[in-house]
């Protein structure tokens, strides 16, 4: 990896870190497809190492206003997700997994945008994070189920909800992968320089939430899970 592609990676990250310190998800949505082209070492591992860092820095800038019973019920129901995300892999192709669950947040995010909101409940909640976790496992897009499920919560609450979610799913992943021995000696140097665009990351976002608290938060979420939707279909269709 030459030293500008480092530079350039950098900043996306920065821009990808800022961008969830400001919504609560979303990060690597952004930030992932771009540095997999900058150059392939930046991804999967090196930035799997450094999320949980992020999820617990902004974890802890909003810690006393995370939904405790939401958050209980969605991590219950991502267990399962992720294990039948795993089956499903052995399967089904990805591609039409892309493509149905292109359409489903498509539809979610219409029918929310419309005015028709579940309420939400145990089951819900469960229904949401299985979800995730099914969409992380297969097409490694598990943000947005989750982030539609809280979309109407206050900012902080969003924001530290998500951020514990994304804490506890993606140490899982990092410790499950660990453990087969998929990190090597140049993942955690890239992961070193990834250290520096999470704190610039959560520095910026800081100043940026207000505005977006106020009133533009649900649209944000309405439209990068649409991004994501579209993203998906791409992918799958192409």
């Given at each position: ?53 992020l ?110 979610y ?5 140490t ?23 250290v ?43």
């Amino acid at each position: 990896m030459s030293g500008l592609q480092l530079a350039f990676g950098l900043v996306v990250y920065a821009i990808g870190c800022t961008l969830q310190g400001v919504l609560g998800f979303g990060g690597g949505l952004f930030a992932v497809p771009i540095l997999a082209l900058i150059h392939p070492d930046f991804v999967p591992g090196p930035v799997l190492m450094v999320n949980p860092l992020l999820s617990g820095l902004l974890s802890m800038r909003e810690r006393g206003s995370v939904d405790r019973h939401g958050l209980r019920w969605a991590l219950t129901g991502r267990i399962p997700g992720v294990l039948l995300g795993a089956v499903a892999l052995t399967v089904v192709a990805e591609e039409r997994l892309g493509v149905l669950f292109g359409v489903l947040l498509l539809a979610s995010v219409a029918l929310k945008a419309s005015g028709v909101h579940a309420e939400r409940t145990p089951r819900t909640l469960m229904a949401a994070g299985g979800l995730s976790g099914f969409m992380a496992t297969t097409v490694a897009v598990g943000g947005p189920p989750i982030a539609l499920a809280f979309h109407d919560l206050p900012g902080p609450v969003l924001r530290a909800t998500l951020s514990v979610y994304f804490l506890a799913g993606t140490t899982i992943s990092l410790i499950v992968l660990a453990l087969a021995g998929q990190f090597g000696t140049s993942d955690l140097v890239v992961a070193a320089w990834l250290v520096l665009p999470v704190m610039v990351g959560v520095a910026l976002s800081g100043p940026l939430r207000g505005p977006l608290d106020r009133g533009w938060l649900a649209p944000a979420v309405y439209v990068l899970s649409s991004a994501a939707a579209v993203v998906l279909l791409i992918r799958s269709l192409a």
